[in-house]
């Protein structure tokens, strides 16, 4: 994750202290020294919308050895155990589990903050009330669009506005809650519509997810957005925030899956505020770049430990023969997990010679993957030129 908000001057929040501290920097297992790593949980495969971009395939049924409520317990006390300081519950949708409160307030219980990543139609005011007891400390809720757009790619008329009702009843009772929007060719036009409706709705967080090509997500690889118009996106992304800050307004924006962005940010900050630009770089420095298999983990619905939830083709090992912390400390069974636990000798192509490669650490692999067929190879989304990673000199330079 980039904190466009928190490197531009914005007042820090709780996932700033795993991102930007001396404690983070060079760690090999977790967020920072003496802590695990935030968990990405699919508790479920089952969801009741059909979304273009899923990464686990979810459909509306039911799916054979999902980790039971007392499984379930067990692996929280593995992570509690391991200093893991956030759950996230995913999906599918997480909130067709009957146990996710009991789950949820046991996490809470075990000293971990627990979250939600849902699409949220799901949110009435019971429910976000009985999330805010037991001690959510945030709901992302998925929009990819405004209401066409989205419904379109959630596979359900009405989704839109299930969802941001979902949202008005997290708000209603300050149950922390934010959009979460995967950008594509079909929504890229929407991005401004997104940041109008953030500030109408008084929305405190947002999360700009990048594609990543996986799960049915793989099959949208022709839909993302081109190189320039990853820069363009985030051009918006900096003017809109820049603009609630000017505006006074306590917005949490962040960008996801492409560490381009920070680099982008710097340079184009490095021109406009050169103080402000050195402030950046220092923050990019301590976060390091993705941190997949380092400072964050996915366990899916069997139990099959991953680097991330995007990256599910490669297991690590169950959490029902194994405590997560021992397969998550444990390099010597799996070259891809020992790997990205120091991957920059193996990284190939652009990523390999990038001047940048200490604050991206060569951004995302699953979608290297994916169109290079090679773990290692460069990630075909990042949008910076040659000449800003340094592979050749600036016109007129000798």
């Known amino acids: ?5 928190k490197l531009l001057g914005g007042k820090e ?3 700033d202290s795993l991102r930007y501290s001396l404690k983070s920097k060079n760690q090999k297992h977790g967020t920072r020294q003496g802590r695990g790593p935030v968990v990405v949980w699919n508790m479920t495969r089952t969801c009741n919308l059909s979304c273009t971009h899923c990464y686990s395939d979810s459909e509306n049924k039911s799916y054979d050895g999902e980790l039971s409520t007392e499984e379930a317990k067990q692996f929280i006390d593995d992570l509690a155990d391991f200093k893991v300081p ?7 949708e997480p909130l067709i589990r009957e146990d996710i409160f009991e789950l949820a307030e046991y996490t809470a219980q075990k000293g971990i903050r627990p979250t939600i990543s849902t699409n949220g139609t799901l949110i009435t005011k019971e429910v976000a009330q009985r999330l805010k007891d037991i001690g959510v400390g945030y709901v992302g809720i998925s929009l990819d669009g405004m209401p066409e757009t989205n419904d379109k790619f959630r596979g359900k008329e009405g989704a839109f506005d299930r969802a941001l009702e979902g949202m008005h009843n997290c708000l209603e009772i300050e149950q922390r809650v934010g959009l979460r929007f995967t950008i594509n ?5 929407e ?14 967080r947002a999360c700009f997810y990048h594609l990543v090509y996986s799960g049915r997500g793989s099959e949208m690889m022709k839909e993302d957005i081109s190189l320039a118009e ?12 820049l603009d609630f800050q000017a505006k006074g307004l306590d917005k949490e924006i962040l960008t996801v899956d492409n560490h381009a962005d920070g680099i982008y940010l710097y340079l184009r900050m490095k021109e406009e505020q050169p103080q402000k630009a050195k402030e950046i770089l220092e923050l990019l420095k ?8 380092i400072a964050i983990a996915n366990v899916d619905w069997v139990g099959d430990v991953h680097p991330d939830q995007f990256t ?8 029902r023969e194994r405590s997560f912390k021992e397969i998550w400390t444990d390099t010597s069974t799996n070259e891809i997990l020992a790997g990205l636990k120091d991957r920059k000798p193996l990284l190939k192509g652009r990523c390999a010679k990038c001047k940048w490669l200490e604050v991206c650490n060569g951004n995302f692999r699953p979608r290297a993957e994916a169109v290079h067929g090679d773990f290692w190879q460069e990630d075909p989304a990042c949008y910076l030129t040659d000449e800003e990673i340094g592979l050749t000199e600036k016109k007129g330079d000798e």
């Open 1 to 5: 994750m980039i904190g466009v908000s």
């Open 13 to 15: 929040k709780f996932g």
């Open 86 to 92: 956030v759950l996230l519950f995913s999906g599918g």
């Open 185 to 189: 060719r079909h929504n890229f036009a």
């Open 191 to 204: 991005l401004n519509d997104i940041f109008d409706l953030i500030e109408e709705e008084g929305i405190p």
């Open 230 to 241: 990853s820069r363009q996106a985030m051009d918006i992304i900096i003017d809109r925030t």
């Open 286 to 293: 301590l976060n390091g770049g993705n941190r997949s298999g």
């Open 312 to 319: 599910q083709n490669h297991t690590f090992g169950n959490v």
